[in-house]
Nanobody, 125 residues
Framework: QVQLVESGGGLVQPGGSLRLSCAAS????????IGWFRQAPGKEREGVSC????????YVADSVKGRFTISRDNAKNTVYLQMNSLKPEDTGVYYC??????????????????WGQGTQVTVSS
């Protein structure tokens, strides 16, 4: 079965950096579009960034543009989210999700078929 496992979260000071990983397994197609989402306490889940199955098309939310970079290594079945210049408002549980559509990536939660359990990111002094 399809499984997604996030890792790399933790506590970091404002201005610091963190790299999240999403390890995928069990896909029935070679590669899926992958999205990163986050959910802060008391807030709805929001899209952060996404990447196409080939890795040649990406989107980033305005709130993280210029600070976060998404990438993937298909040989390792892993997608990364490099987070720089972190702010307290970046705090939340970060999830990766897989979309099996043969289309470009999207930040809409509705199109994603599979979700990981999430990893906590806390940005605080």
């Amino acid at each position: 079965q399809v499984q997604l496992v996030e890792s790399g979260g933790g506590l970091v000071q404002p201005g610091g950096s963190l790299r999240l990983s999403c390890a995928a397994s069990g896909f029935t197609v070679p590669y899926y579009n992958i999205g990163w989402f986050r959910q802060a306490p008391g807030k709805e889940r929001e899209g952060v960034s996404c990447i196409s199955s080939s890795g040649d098309s990406t989107y980033v939310a305005d709130s993280v543009k210029g600070r976060f970079t998404i990438s993937r290594d298909n040989a390792k079945n892993t997608v990364y989210l490099q987070m720089n210049s972190l702010k307290p408002e970046d705090t939340g549980v970060y999830y990766c999700a897989a979309d099996s559509r043969p289309l470009g990536p999207s930040l809409s939660l509705a199109v994603y078929d599979y979700w990981g359990q999430g990893t906590q990111v806390t940005v605080s002094s």
